[in-house]
């Protein structure tokens, strides 16, 4: 019998995951806040509304065996709750688990109190009093909304914040709109992306990532959702170690432990490690309780296994392994010119003769023409046996869209990586 499966959301990430359930054999519902060309393609039925307005879920959950959440805000919300209410079983946790990347304060006490040691040295404060001491104790580091803000809101200092005054302002104007605010340790090292599927109890990797967060070439520019990735064919990182993968993969099968120990219910989805890798080792940055973004293009195109049985695994808390194939890949978004502080909205997008994976992010169908929003057009994804054959791919088809859109070049090259490489031999040896 085919499965019968729906999807909640509309960007490149859930066109990913469109791609994978269907190529699994899955019969496509979905709901999205705006038409995705590629999702609408695939599925049997779609319907628009904001997807965290659960009102109109039952028109599409009662035709459906289960659902995949794509995007955070409704699983913070409940929708796996209402979901699970409603008999339709959900990849994605419900909003127990979810706390974990909507509240930073609960994820980072969670690994705190259950002795999780990735942890920086870090304190929740709720009012400005105390925070003064503490930035002048723990010298570089970090400043946090507590909440969900869409991959905004992080400020370093040295970075973002010049001034210990600039962090203290910025403190109170958080304080003004979140309930709490996280002051942390600035860590130094690499950064890379572990995501897993989680059945309630297993925590099954996939390759690992590392994301681009600058928009401009050679990681310069604003931060951005994320510009591009690459993944290797051994599944690991250059600068990564094996030990290190290991110790990332425990962390992260004790923090799924401590989730179902603490609130009582077994996590059940997508989980993404953001760690650093420091000279102490691999340090959790954040969870997000979904798959990345572009993060999810560079791994479910490599999955060897049948998607929708992975999904039945993590529904079921029956998942065994999963394989991917020994490639490397590199993903590149499209994004309007301007963005991210002003995109050029509206603009017509023209595909020529793409020979890679497209998969559309925020556009907008109209009269048959492609157009831009404000966020990230396409993204690009090159497969090769190694990373070099995986960029040149991708970048000959980069070349076949046009637009006032811009894109970077980097992402995967020898140059980028060996800075990389290096960057971390420096933190090591000192
Ligand atoms: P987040 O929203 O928590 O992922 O933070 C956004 C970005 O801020 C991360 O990708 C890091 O580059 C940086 N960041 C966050 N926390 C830290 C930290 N404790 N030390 C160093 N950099 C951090
Ligand atoms: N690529 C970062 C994220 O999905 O949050």
Known sequence: MTDKVLLIGHGSREHAIAKALVKGGAELYSLMAHKNPGIVKLSKKTLLSKLTDFEHLKELSSKVDFAVVGPE????????????????????????GAQLESSKSFARELLEKHRISANPRFKIFSSIEGIEAYLKEIGGFVVKPDGLTGGKGVKVFGEHLQTEDDALQYCQQILKEHEQVIIEECLEGEEFTLQAFVDGKQVIPMPLVQDHKRAYDGDTGPNTGGMGSYSCEDHSLPFVGEGDVEVAIQVM??????????????????????????????????????????????????????????????????????????????CSYLVPEGYPSAPKRGEPIIIGDVKTELYYGSVHQ??????????????????????????????????????KLFYRRDIGTQELVSRRIQHMRRILQA
């Open 366 to 403: 109209e009269n048959g023409r492609i157009l831009t929003t404000s966020s990230r057009s396409i993204a690009l994804l090159g497969i090769g046996n190694n990373l070099q054959q995986a960029h040149e791919q991708v970048v000959e088809s980069l070349d076949k869209i046009q637009g």
């Open 253 to 330: 099968q004790q923090t799924v432990a401590a989730i179902k120990r603490e609130t009582g219910e077994p996590y059940k989805g997508f989980l993404y490690g953001q760690f650093m890798l420091t000279k102490q080792g691999p340090k959790i940055i954040e969870y997000n309780v979904r798959l990345g973004d572009p993060e999810a293009m560079n791994v479910l195109p490599l999955l060897q296994d049948n998607f929708v049985e992975i999904c039945w695994g993590i529904i079921n808390g029956t998942l065994k392994r999963a394989s991917f194939e020994e490639k490397a890949t590199v």
């Open 73 to 96: 805000a409704p699983l913070a919300k409940g929708i796996s709750n209402v979901l699970a209410d409603q008999g339709v079983p959900c990849v994605g946790p419900k909003t127990q």
